[in-house]
């Protein structure tokens, strides 16, 4: 590698990659809470042409993942990575595996909601997921420019880091609209409304410290850009504490004990993918530290084998399921998938996460 300053940023991104899948996993995985993704009326209709939708989307992205995937490592073991376009693939790896989390976690919802004896999510006037992953973003954006030094802040990462900010606030604004115009109660509407004002406030303050640094790129101007990242951080996180009580966020599904269990290895699956592609990010980065080490590449080709046996237990298992006799999964696809869905078999998953947080979790 030929600087420190590529070393960094190489490092830079491969953790925030990882803190990104690991936190989208963390609230619709490790969760265990039977909520759709997609709540668009469309989306939310129990039908058998549902179903194919979203499982043809979760075996396409699949696909995309386990061939970018082999890319990375291939690119790994060359020995001649272009380390500027190498983080732009490992970007697009992991914002695949967030895609595809999203994406199970709600084709899991439809799947479990349709055994016998299950009733479907009861929805309020706060999309908690759309409203948390809004949240992230803020967060992911101020940890990068709290990260930064002055000549890490190229124009290129500062319009980008703007766009995703500005896109965050204008979700948050949307979902704080939509919930104070259908709240019951009148102190509710008007807490929601200051929300709205708190968040624009504070966003508004740190994206015009940003304009300023692009203007003019200073350690003062840095640091004024570093000031105002708390309070969009606390800001942020005051809103969703608010917005997702109950009231507002409605009911998990209530599961038949089969649909529990159909739904945990639905989710653990996931989890297994979203494990080894975190894995990955942190031998690469480990890697960068010491190129000469071949231990951290056979770590990333172990890594690309587990994404590629969860990825066929995965897609076994959704064209195992016949949704329209309101039956899970057929035992026969489970045998074929070599799956178990005890009730443990999600914490399995979950115990080959690494217990890295980076400061991201709640």
């Not at 604004?173 to 509407?189: F, G, L, P, R, Y």
């Not at 599904?253 to 089969?258: E, Q, V």
């Not at 237990?313 to 696809?333: H, I, P, T, V, W």
Request: with cysteine; net charge neutral.
């Amino acid at each position: 590698m030929s600087s420190r300053n590529e070393v960094r940023e190489v490092v830079i991104q491969c953790e925030e990659c990882h803190s990104k899948m690991l936190a989208v996993g963390e609230l619709l995985l490790l969760s265990c809470e039977a909520r759709p993704v997609f709540t668009e009326a469309i989306d939310m209709e129990l039908t058998n042409e549902t179903f194919k939708h979203f499982r043809d989307k979760v075996i396409d992205k699949l696909n995309h993942i386990l061939l970018a995937s082999r890319d990375i490592a291939s690119q790994i073991h060359s020995g001649a990575v272009q380390w500027k376009s190498f983080c732009v693939r490992l970007t697009e790896l992991s914002n695949m595996v967030v895609g595809l989390t999203e994406l199970s976690a709600h084709i899991a919802y439809l799947i479990a909601v349709n055994c016998q004896d299950s009733r479907a999510s009861r929805l309020g006037v706060v999309n908690k997921y759309k409203l948390c992953q809004a949240k992230l973003d803020l967060k992911f954006c101020c940890s990068r420019l709290k990260r930064s030094c002055v000549d890490d802040l190229d124009p290129h990462l500062l319009v980008s880091l703007c766009s995703t900010i500005s896109k965050a606030l204008s979700t948050m604004t949307e979902v704080c609209k939509h919930a104070s115009e259908k709240a019951k109660d009148s102190e509710d509407q008007n807490q929601f409304k200051l929300c709205i004002k708190s968040i624009t406030s504070t966003t508004s303050c740190l994206i015009s410290s940003v304009k300023c640094f692009k203007s003019n790129p200073s350690v003062d101007h840095l640091r004024r850009i570093i000031a105002f990242c708390d309070p969009v951080i606390a800001t942020s996180n005051a809103l969703v504490t608010f917005a997702s009580e109950e009231e507002f966020v409605g009911s998990p599904a209530r599961l038949s004990d089969k649909a529990t269990e159909t739904h945990k290895s639905v989710l653990g699956v996931t989890m297994s993918i979203v494990s080894a592609s975190i894995q990955m990010c942190k031998a690469i980065r480990d890697l960068v530290y010491d190129l000469s080490h071949s231990r951290h590449r056979e770590r990333i080709r172990l890594c690309v084998d587990s994404v590629d046996k969860a990825s066929s237990k995965l897609r076994d298992l959704l064209l195992s399921c016949d949704f329209e006799k309101r039956s899970s999964l057929s035992a026969q696809g489970l045998a074929a998938s070599g799956l178990s869905v005890s009730s443990t078999s999600l914490d399995s998953s979950a115990s080959s996460v690494p217990d890295v947080h980076d400061g991201y979790s709640d």
